[in-house]
């Protein structure tokens, strides 16, 4: 076999080493991130109701909306270019700035629509509390993204272990003496503080604000196929709790939330941890199909089947998993405990296809895929969880992820098997 010429076969071994590092670390990491974040969940639902749960969603919803809405593409273009990252770094952080006010004043803004479609007066007061996060965290310091493209994963995992943390910490401190949802709004903005500071303590390059133009350039180029995708697949991932909000009210939306995250957010997020340590491996390889090929097979075995033998206890032991995390009184979660489960099964194997498509540039088809998915997806978690409740809004992810995944299988032939 031969390789291109600009990579030699040291490189080739040391990619290959680098891979192994970054998927061992990052897995790592998401193992401690998701049992950290479990231990949250199962102390604060002993301290707060399915509807303060529900409330904090609609919070986080709003958040979201507009992050996606406004994706730069900065991360991105740092980690696919050859420069290093000074040429970028102060006017990604100029850009990171502007961002975050802009999605703080469309935040408050959405707030008042959201408060009169859930017919919560409330509601807007705490979404423009909430806006202080993303304006506070538009001032991180963006050589962070230095240890992703460096490949140092060990110093990447600890930097984001360090985040879940300190917010673990701040939402059941704070949990513990507000017994309210609040509680969870003034962690995150406690948390984005806490990476502002670390981000300016242990990172040598510190930005500046300059803007220069034709760097500019160079990000917002990816910024139209990232902004639609964050946006899709934002949707793909919050339009449940959207609606769920309208037809089910906050109560059943607080259950919801909590049986997502133990049944389906933990296996998301292993696998979005392979995305994350493989994506600048395949990005370095991704001229090299049979290597590409090779890599993407080996990550997939390993992830799916950690996958696996974490939903088994979800579909075997429900009612045993629910009391141990979240107490009796939340016993109504382990009826659809199981189908959640396989609903995030199937959302790591289409993450897994993802990364491949991502570092080609083949972003049709994972625009197409979050697309055709969401588009099923609204209509049947409506009328299913009128009809049958969270059971059948957990059915209407399964059924939309199903019907989805084919055009991933394809995008991943493409990309694997079909000589350009």
Excluded: C
Excluded at 176 to 199: D, N, Y
Excluded at 302 to 324: D, M, Q, R, Y
Excluded at 364 to 381: D, F, H, R
């Amino acid at each position: 076999m031969s390789f291109p010429k600009e990579i030699g076969i040291m490189e080739v071994v040391g990619y290959t080493k680098n891979a192994i590092s970054g998927f061992s670390w990052q897995t790592i990491l998401k193992v401690l991130q998701s049992a950290l974040v479990v231990l949250k969940i199962s102390i604060l639902a002993r301290l707060l109701s399915p509807t303060d749960f529900g409330t904090f969603s609609l919070i986080t919803i709003a958040l979201g909306i507009v992050e996606a809405f406004t994706q730069t593409g900065v991360n991105f273009t740092i980690l696919q270019s050859k420069r290093s990252i000074t040429y970028f770094v102060d006017t990604a952080w100029v850009i990171a700035i502007i961002r975050g006010f802009i999605i703080g004043i469309f935040m408050v803004l959405l707030g008042l629509g959201m408060g009169v479609f859930y017919t919560m007066p409330d509601l807007p007061f705490y979404i423009a509390i909430a806006a202080l996060v993303p304006i506070i965290k538009g001032f991180i310091n963006p050589s962070i993204i230095s240890l992703h493209k460096n490949l140092e994963f060990f110093k990447d995992s600890g930097y984001r272990l360090s985040l879940t943390v300190v917010d673990v910490i701040l939402a059941i401190l704070l949990g513990l003496w507000m017994r309210s949802f609040f509680a969870l709004v003034l962690a995150m903005i406690g948390a984005a503080v806490f990476e502002v500071l670390i981000s300016f303590i242990f990172f040598e390059i510190k930005p500046k604000f300059k803007y220069f133009a034709s760097r500019a350039k160079a990000i917002y180029g990816n910024a139209k196929w990232l902004s639609l995708s964050a946006l899709l697949s934002y949707a793909h991932e919050n339009a449940d709790n959207l609606v769920l909000g309208k037809t089910l009210g906050t109560y059943n939306l607080g259950l919801y939330h909590n049986g997502y995250s133990i049944g389906h957010k933990v296996n998301f997020d292993i696998t979005k941890s392979a995305y994350h340590g493989t994506l600048p491996i395949f990005t370095k390889i991704v001229d090299d199909q049979a290597r590409l090929r090779r890599a993407f097979l080996r990550s997939s075995l390993v992830t799916l089947g950690i996958a696996t033998l974490g939903t088994l206890p979800l579909i075997i032991f429900p009612h045993l998993v629910v009391s141990i995390l979240l107490g009796a009184e939340w016993s109504e979660v382990a009826s659809y405990l199981p189908l959640l489960g396989i609903a995030g099964l199937l959302q790591a194997v289409t993450m897994q296809g993802t990364s491949v498509l991502m570092a080609a540039k083949r972003f049709t088809y994972v625009n197409l895929q979050l697309g055709v998915a969401v588009i099923i997806m609204i209509p049947l978690i409506y009328f299913w969880s009128i009809e049958n409740g969270i059971a059948g809004a957990a059915a209407a992810l399964i059924t939309s992820r199903i019907i989805s995944l084919p055009i991933i299988v394809y995008g991943l032939y493409q990309s694997l098997f079909k000589k350009s």
